[in-house]
């Protein structure tokens, strides 16, 4: 975990740095929160880092839900991850929703599942 506050530090601290880094950082620290034993800290961080993986690969490919919009195979796993942890603390929010509609698009207009699917 030092390691990854670490690289997040430098990734703040620079001019210019590439979103997929930004994405990466996030993902690996919300699975290493999911593998922590610390319960209180848990959903919490988990969800926090998905979100803001999710909303990096919102803001550099675009929403899914758009007509002709491409989209990354990382969003699914974001988009079920937040869909899990709704469904692990018994609630239902509009994040969860949200991410819901994420994975449904995300599937959509993944290129290779448009060819299965049509096939």
């Known amino acids: 975990m030092k390691v990854l506050f670490k690289i997040r530090d430098i ?4 001019l210019t740095c590439s979103p997929e880094l930004i994405v990466m950082c996030q993902m690996l620290t919300g699975l290493f ?9 848990f959903p919490l961080e988990s969800e926090k880092n998905y979100c803001a993986a999710l909303i990096c690969l919102i803001q ?17 796993l974001f ?6 942890l709704a469904l692990a603390e018994s609630r239902k929010l509009a994040d969860s929703e949200f991410a819901e509609e994420i994975f ?7 290129y290779n599942h448009r060819r299965k699917y049509k096939s």
């Open 104 to 110: 449904d698009a995300s599937l959509s207009s993944l």
């Open 79 to 84: 988009s079920w991850k937040l869909s899990q």
């Open 33 to 41: 929160t999911d593998a922590s034993d610390e319960q209180e800290q």
């Open 11 to 14: 990734l703040f601290e620079a």
């Open 60 to 76: 550099v490919y675009g929403d899914p839900r758009g007509r002709g919009n491409y989209t990354s195979p990382y969003a699914l």
